[in-house]
């Protein structure tokens, strides 16, 4: 066999991120359910390899092996959830075997962003700045209100032995100045004592 013909597994990607979990099988012919963590899984559709990592409370189940990745031959939205088919995956049992598992994907392989659109990863881990320079502190997480986004900012506590500070900004235009992805910067305007 030449070494064209032979098919080299890529190693885990170093910018890997965790897109969702396989809730269950789906059907008799080793499609699995899986749930996104993203309102909007595009991540899940543009990407044709998944990363998957064993659920963390789950033994595996004997007989069945687990594969760390798996290359999707369709993927489609179904009801609320998403179901898709993995070469990998030649039957129900294959597909029982997975239930739990955490998946992941590159984070080269997502859809470009719109001007002025940003994934909740690239959001997580800035600096949160004020139209004053002061620093209220780091995104610590993003949530979702059904309206819009919110940014879960995490300060430097009031005293020394208290908790971090937490401030809870909405995402939208009326409050989010600029954000800046190459400087890990978010300018907002909302003040220290808000």
Do not use: C
């Not at 099988?25 to 044709?48: C, E, T």
């Amino acid at each position: 066999m030449s070494t064209s013909d032979s098919q080299v597994e890529p190693s885990w990607p170093e910018d890997a991120v965790e897109v969702g979990r396989v809730l269950d099988a789906w059907g008799v012919k080793g499609w699995i359910k899986v749930q996104s963590y993203s309102s909007d899984p595009q991540a899940l559709f543009s990407s044709r390899r998944w990363f998957l990592q064993p659920a963390e409370n789950r033994p595996p189940v004997p007989g069945a092996p687990f594969p760390a990745q798996i290359r999707i031959t369709a993927v489609r939205e179904h009801g609320d959830g998403i179901v898709a088919s993995a070469r990998e995956i030649p039957d129900r049992n294959a597909a029982e075997a997975l239930r739990g598992a955490r998946i992941f994907v590159s984070r080269a392989s997502f859809p470009a962003a719109a001007e002025d659109e940003y994934y909740w990863v690239d959001l997580i881990g800035l600096t949160v700045v004020n139209r004053e320079g002061e620093t209220l502190g780091t995104v610590a997480e993003m949530l979702d209100t059904g309206a819009h986004s919110v940014l879960r900012v995490l300060g430097e506590p009031a005293e020394a032995g208290k908790p971090p500070v937490e401030r809870l900004i909405p995402f939208v235009g009326a409050y989010i100045d600029q954000v800046s992805l190459p400087e890990r910067r978010i300018t907002v305007d909302w003040g220290l004592d808000y």
